[in-house]
């Protein structure tokens, strides 16, 4: 299913008001402290240089195989002090500082997490002294903890997410390049007013369309619509344009956010079962999200089971699409009120 950043920006449009809660000491329980401080013996602070922080949170990129061979079924385990001292290139280009967010494949990513990374990034831009930050990530969700912080964070400085699709042991691992890079690009004064970015295979994305479309191979996020942002050549990044941000591009400020809202995606398919919209409710889903088939639209029980839902219990049941480009169109049937809301890649409607 590509259309993920579709769907999550349905869930976001569409959800604010269940997203934002009431105003409570936030994230009391969750502290992360810098393992690698800017300041150390190793690597004095160079005035000249910008200042980058690295937000390690797992994935491939911080993965170890048994063999130099093993390119799938490897474990994650390296910590953001390895992934530095692992391209110490990056310590002429820049001041690093490191934080271990977590050290989990992306799948296990939540809520919790991506809230806090938010608030963290946000922060970290607030200083003066640091130019931008990046984000190591596991790839299989990076699109969507990339086009999260991309509505969540404030900020013209880059936010760069980097992963990997080889584990650090193997021949040929991409690792420590897209880190690298990823760097340089967060320290980049060219890579300002871009919103978030994804680099991996020398390629500069915009999180907002970017999507991971191949399950094993390097050269696996791109946007087939909207293009690269630019690209690496010799670790120098080049941009294809001046800076800008996507038509529609919406900022949530969720500094008093503790929790996101449980949102359920449904995958529209021939002979859908019409039971799981009412599954999903019954399993305490605040909001769904389909991905329908074509422009958006739904096989006809499975349409019925949904404007029953919403007519029985107004939960907001948004309209997305399995293709992977082009425009969500639905019309419901009666012109009732049922999908009230619907948006498509940079236009709400
Ligand atoms: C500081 O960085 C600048 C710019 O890269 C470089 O020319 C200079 O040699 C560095 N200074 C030290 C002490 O490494
Ligand atoms: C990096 O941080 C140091 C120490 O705070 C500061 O002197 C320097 O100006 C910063 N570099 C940039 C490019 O802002
Ligand atoms: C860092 O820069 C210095 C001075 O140019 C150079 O001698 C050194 O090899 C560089 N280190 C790395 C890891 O690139
Ligand atoms: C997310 O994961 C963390 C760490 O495992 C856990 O403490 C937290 O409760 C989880 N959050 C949600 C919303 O499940
Ligand atoms: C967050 O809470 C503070 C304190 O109650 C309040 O001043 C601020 O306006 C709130 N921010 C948002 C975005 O709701
Ligand atoms: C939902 O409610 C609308 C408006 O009352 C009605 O026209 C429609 O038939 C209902 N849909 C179903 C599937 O019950
Ligand atoms: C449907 O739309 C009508 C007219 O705009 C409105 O009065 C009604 O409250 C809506 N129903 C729901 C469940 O949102």
């Not at 997203?19 to 409570?24: A, D, E, I, K, T």
């Not at 000491?25 to 922080?53: C, G, K, W, Y």
């Not at 739904?298 to 309209?319: Q, S, Y």
């Not at 399995?322 to 019309?331: A, K, P, T």
Request: charged residues 10%; proline residues 4%.
């Amino acid at each position: 299913m590509r259309p993920v950043n579709t769907i999550t920006a349905h869930v976001l449009f569409s959800f604010t008001s269940l997203v934002l809660g009431s105003p409570v000491a936030r994230h009391e329980s969750v502290q992360f402290h810098p393992l690698f401080a800017r300041q150390n013996i190793q690597t004095p602070i160079n005035a000249s240089l910008p200042n980058v922080t690295i937000f390690a949170t797992g994935g491939t990129i911080a993965s170890q195989g048994s063999t130099n061979t093993q390119t799938v079924g490897y474990s994650i385990g390296l910590g953001v002090q390895q992934l530095i001292s692992a391209v110490p290139e990056i310590l002429n280009i820049s001041n690093i500082a490191g934080y271990q967010v977590s050290n989990v494949a992306s799948g296990s990513i939540n809520s919790t997490i991506s809230l806090k990374l938010a608030e963290m990034i946000n922060e970290e831009l607030a200083k003066e002294e640091v130019s931008g930050v990046v984000v190591t990530h596991g790839t299989d969700t990076l699109e969507e903890t990339a086009f999260f912080l991309d509505l969540a964070v404030k900020s013209d400085k880059p936010v760069v997410c980097v992963g990997a699709m080889r584990p650090a042991t193997a021949l040929s691992a991409d690792g420590p390049l897209n880190l690298l890079q990823g760097v340089t690009l967060a320290g980049s004064e060219a890579a300002r007013g871009r919103g978030t970015m994804l680099v991996l295979n020398d390629r500069i994305g915009s999180a907002f369309y970017t999507t991971k479309n191949n399950a094993n191979s390097l050269d696996t996020f791109y946007s087939t619509e909207a293009g690269q942002l630019g690209f690496f050549i010799n670790q120098v990044p080049y941009f294809y344009f001046s800076p800008s941000v996507p038509i529609g591009r919406t900022y949530f400020d969720l500094s008093n956010v503790t929790s996101l809202a449980q949102i359920d995606i449904l995958y529209a398919h021939q002979d859908m079962d019409p039971a799981l919209f009412k599954a999903s409710y019954a399993a305490g889903a605040q909001g769904i999200v389909y991905a329908g088939v074509g422009a958006g639209g739904m096989p006809g029980k499975a349409d019925t089971a949904a404007e029953e839902l919403f007519n029985a219990t107004g939960l907001p049941i948004v309209a997305s699409h399995r293709s992977s480009d082009g425009f969500w169109f639905f019309q419901s049937s009666e012109g009732q009120n049922f999908t009230a809301v619907g948006c498509y890649e940079g236009f709400s409607v």
